[in-house]
């Protein structure tokens, strides 16, 4: 009631395109709460590529940045900036707040001259940029990270990721948190659809085939479980042909399946056993929460940052601990109840979408 009642605001999302990846799923949640509830919202994209659906009518527009990947990234920001902030206006006016988000975009935007830009940081930069950087790049990278992320006021999506933001650059002093939302109403739709995995049962889990996911800790730690409920994975990436290799050497393909990628994986989420989590990092974890609204159980790695912040220690084994893992995936399998989790209100949209807003109120009282 009380979001209904806030004055009217032109709120822009500027990212790189819609794949279907969590960054873009939250942009898209945001933007559909803040349209539903009176509000302009533009998202702005370099790519025309869209995997997601929208509730709303969310007006998108894409800033050709291809014609200019030709500038060197060192001067790329201070040279785009201009033309991406007249864009910008050209397009929505003059915007009441603009969220970048995602490296491409922040590189731009930490230059842009509009009154009102934050940078909203999905994931934990020091694991995320540094660590899976040779230790010779790793100086500049930092450089080039503290070029960005200090210019402009930052939203960590996690206590985790605001903790690992503020230690690694102490210098950005103006930094909140908010979560991360899920849609409860539109991923319970999406569920209706129908579910192309036609096993009577099976664990699940969603997401890129990448190093930071380590599908090759949950594949020892299913293979070192012992069970024989079979585990879906859903997602693409170049680690996809280790992983399938993997499973064959642990002796398990049979029990393994590979499902590639699915726009909408909410039927394959909510016929779940479980969902299992292995990274090494994360952001917030949106599939964790998604899981959450399906009432589907949720077993994770207690990784930095964000399942700690959803998950009761119950729920959570450490990343080093594989025999614990296989342990809590027997206990998964045997007694799915116990590993069910209420989704806490700080994830919704309404909440979301009401804090954000008051970030646009604070640009425009700075302002003032």
């Known amino acids: 009631m009380n979001a209904k009642a806030e004055p009217a605001k032109i709120i822009v999302f500027v990212i790189p395109d819609l794949k279907g990846n969590g960054a873009e799923r939250v942009v898209l949640t945001l933007a559909d709460e803040l349209t539903a509830q009176g509000h302009s919202c533009h998202i702005i994209c370099f790519k025309r590529f869209q995997e997601l659906r929208s509730k709303q009518t969310v007006q998108t527009h894409i800033f050709p940045l291809q014609f200019l990947r030709w500038l060197p990234r060192s001067i790329r920001g201070r040279v785009v900036a201009p033309l991406l902030d007249r864009f910008i206006r050209l397009k929505t006016g003059n915007p009441d707040l603009v969220l970048s988000n995602l490296l491409p975009a922040d590189r731009l935007l930490s230059h842009s001259q509009l009154p009102n830009v934050q940078l909203i940081v999905h994931n934990t930069l020091s694991q995320e940029v540094l660590d899976s950087a040779k230790p010779e790049k790793q100086s500049e990278l930092r450089s080039m990270l503290k070029s960005i992320y200090t210019r402009k006021p930052c939203i960590g999506v996690s206590r985790g990721v605001l903790a690992d933001l503020q230690q690694l650059l102490p210098q950005q002093t103006q930094a909140?948190?908010?979560?991360?939302?899920?849609?409860?109403?539109?991923?319970?739709?999406?569920?209706?659809?129908?579910?192309p995995i036609k096993l009577p049962e099976y664990f699940i889990h969603v997401g890129k085939f990448k190093q930071a996911k380590r599908h090759d800790r949950l594949l020892r730690a299913y293979a070192l479980s012992g069970v024989k409920t079979p585990l879906v994975l859903v997602g693409q990436g170049e680690l996809l042909g280790t992983a399938q290799e993997l499973a064959k050497e642990l002796g398990i393909s049979e029990r393994v399946s590979f499902e590639g990628f699915h726009s909408n994986p909410y039927p394959l989420i909510a016929g779940a056993k479980g969902l299992l989590l292995s990274s090494d990092f994360e952001g917030l974890g949106l599939v964790i929460l998604e899981a959450l609204a399906l009432k589907v159980p949720v077993l994770s790695t207690d990784c930095p940052s964000g399942p700690n912040e959803i998950l009761p220690t119950a729920n959570l084994v450490a990343m080093d601990d594989l025999q614990g893992f296989a342990d809590k995936l027997r206990a998964l399998d045997q007694n799915p109840a116990a590993f069910q989790v209420e989704l806490k209100p700080e994830f919704s949209p309404t909440y979301a979408a009401q804090k954000y807003l008051e970030q646009a109120s604070s640009a425009t009282t700075h302002m003032l």
């Open 176 to 195: 909140v948190c908010i979560y991360n939302p899920v849609d409860l109403e539109l991923i319970a739709e999406a569920a209706q659809e129908p579910n």
